[in-house]
């Protein structure tokens, strides 16, 4: 969109020009001032700062138009959702991404980060829709990443009770939820990350680094305000992502599609909500298996009859065909035992879709051990 108004207003300034050059002598065609005709090119309004990153306040660097609270995004700041989503205790999420003109993200892999420029910005709002007792929504947090020169820094943006502003803290903190999921109540005391705990999942070499902008995780259609399009095309036509993808991409499915083969839609969840830590140079590379959409095909990567490197009673293997009870992955998604639940952080309650999903595909598996 912005390319395109772009181009608009330069046509209209080539047009004024043409327009304007007649005889300056001719008083029944007199000089028309260009400056009178003159269409600004459109830019946003976001604040970028990098030296004084991060700003005291989620509302001053102009992201949102209006309410903030509704996140109705402003010129430049485009929505994004991935494919299959990272669970945390239920909460929703609007994700957005912000460029600076004339700069552009390239493709490196399609399992690889999307190569971002110096200046973009990753938006992330997590919110609950029915919050009780008033069955309200409520925003808790809007989570910031600002790539530098020196590469990705954080900052986290608590809101307040009235939803009208979010202020900056790394400190960590919980809330206390209540809310209906799917016309059942529940309860979370809702984890606030620290600057430590982001960093925990979101590295690399103990480099901070995003998690879902992947082209596998984006390359599907979305319902933005003029359209639905595929999200990479998207960005390619907003002049955010150089046109130079591959014409087919190992893409993941969502995990909640039951059209789509049980075990791409395991992988597909472990992917976003496990691999992250389980890959090389990450939190849990020690761990014998490595969660990343392109490795998880191979089942020794996936934990299939493969020993667990941390004991816990009545457990036989990290995956255990045709036996849930006795496998380890299946028992750390189950439970909400900190010293034993997995993914280490985000979750306090059990995803209980997600368990069945997993519990469903281990008694399925045909798969003999030694």
């Given at each position: 969109?912005?390319?395109?108004?772009?181009?608009?207003?330069i046509?209209?300034?080539?047009?004024?020009?043409?327009?304007?050059?007649?005889?300056?002598?001719?008083?029944?065609?007199?000089?028309?001032?260009?400056?009178?005709?003159?269409?600004?090119?459109?830019?946003?309004?976001?604040?970028?700062?990098?030296?004084?990153?991060?700003?005291?306040?989620?509302?001053?660097?102009?992201?949102?138009?209006?309410?903030?609270?509704d996140?109705?995004?402003?010129?430049?700041?485009?929505?994004?959702?991935?494919?299959?989503?990272?669970?945390?205790d239920?909460?929703?999420?609007?994700?957005?991404?912000?460029?600076?003109?004339?700069?552009q993200?390239?493709?490196a892999?399609?399992?690889e980060?999307?190569?971002?420029?110096?200046?973009?910005?990753?938006?992330?709002?997590?919110?609950?829709?029915?919050?009780?007792?008033?069955?309200?929504?409520?925003?808790?947090?809007?989570?910031?990443?600002?790539?530098?020169?020196?590469?990705?820094?954080?900052?986290?943006?608590?809101?307040?009770?009235?939803?009208?502003?979010?202020?900056?803290?790394?400190?960590?903190?919980?809330?206390?939820?209540?809310?209906?999921?799917?016309?059942?109540?529940?309860?979370?005391?809702?984890?606030?990350?620290?600057?430590?705990?982001c960093?925990?999942?979101?590295?690399?070499?103990?480099?901070?680094?995003?998690?879902?902008?992947?082209?596998?995780?984006?390359?599907?259609?979305?319902?933005?305000?003029?359209?639905?399009?595929?999200?990479?095309?998207?960005?390619?036509?907003?002049?955010?992502?150089?046109d130079n993808?591959?014409?087919?991409?190992?893409?993941?499915?969502?995990?909640?599609?039951?059209?789509?083969?049980?075990?791409?839609?395991?992988?597909?969840?472990?992917?976003?909500?496990?691999?992250?830590?389980?890959?090389?140079?990450?939190?849990?590379?020690?761990?014998?298996?490595?969660?990343?959409?392109?490795?998880?095909?191979?089942?020794?990567?996936?934990?299939?009859?493969?020993?667990?490197?941390?004991?816990?009673p009545?457990?036989?293997?990290?995956?255990?065909?045709?036996?849930k009870?006795?496998?380890?992955?299946?028992?750390?998604?189950?439970?909400?035992?900190?010293?034993?639940?997995?993914?280490?952080?985000?979750?306090?309650?059990?995803?209980?879709?997600?368990?069945?999903?997993?519990?469903?595909?281990?008694?399925?598996?045909?798969?003999?051990?030694?």
């Amino acid at each position: 969109m912005i390319k395109k108004l772009r181009k608009i207003a330069i046509l209209a300034v080539i047009t004024a020009i043409l327009f304007s050059c007649s005889d300056d002598n001719d008083p029944t065609n007199p000089p028309t001032s260009v400056d009178d005709d003159y269409i600004p090119i459109p830019t946003s309004p976001v604040v970028l700062d990098a030296d004084n990153f991060p700003f005291d306040n989620l509302s001053d660097y102009n992201f949102f138009d209006g309410e903030m609270k509704d996140q109705t995004p402003v010129l430049g700041v485009i929505p994004y959702e991935p494919i299959s989503a990272l669970f945390t205790d239920y909460a929703k999420k609007k994700r957005f991404i912000w460029m600076p003109s004339d700069v552009q993200a390239t493709y490196a892999a399609d399992t690889e980060l999307i190569d971002m420029p110096v200046g973009t910005f990753l938006i992330k709002t997590f919110y609950y829709e029915n919050v009780q007792p008033s069955n309200a929504p409520r925003i808790v947090e809007t989570r910031l990443m600002l790539k530098k020169s020196s590469g990705w820094e954080f900052a986290d943006y608590v809101w307040n009770d009235e939803q009208t502003e979010a202020t900056f803290s790394l400190d960590g903190s919980f809330t206390n939820i209540d809310f209906m999921q799917n016309g059942t109540p529940k309860n979370t005391n809702y984890r606030i990350p620290s600057d430590v705990e982001c960093l925990t999942c979101h590295k690399s070499q103990n480099n901070p680094i995003p998690i879902g902008v992947k082209p596998q995780n984006l390359n599907s259609m979305y319902d933005y305000v003029d359209g639905t399009k595929n999200q990479l095309q998207k960005l390619i036509d907003e002049g955010y992502l150089e046109d130079n993808l591959p014409t087919t991409i190992n893409t993941v499915v969502n995990w909640s599609d039951e059209t789509q083969p049980i075990d791409v839609r395991v992988r597909s969840y472990i992917d976003i909500n496990c691999a992250h830590c389980h890959q090389e140079l990450s939190h849990c590379d020690y761990r014998p298996v490595r969660f990343a959409f392109d490795e998880s095909a191979d089942d020794t990567n996936l934990g299939i009859c493969v020993d667990p490197d941390t004991e816990i009673p009545g457990m036989i293997n990290i995956v255990t065909p045709t036996l849930k009870e006795r496998s380890v992955m299946y028992y750390r998604l189950n439970t909400e035992a900190e010293e034993f639940r997995m993914p280490l952080l985000g979750r306090s309650i059990i995803h209980e879709e997600a368990v069945e999903l997993i519990g469903q595909w281990i008694d399925g598996l045909t798969n003999e051990c030694d």
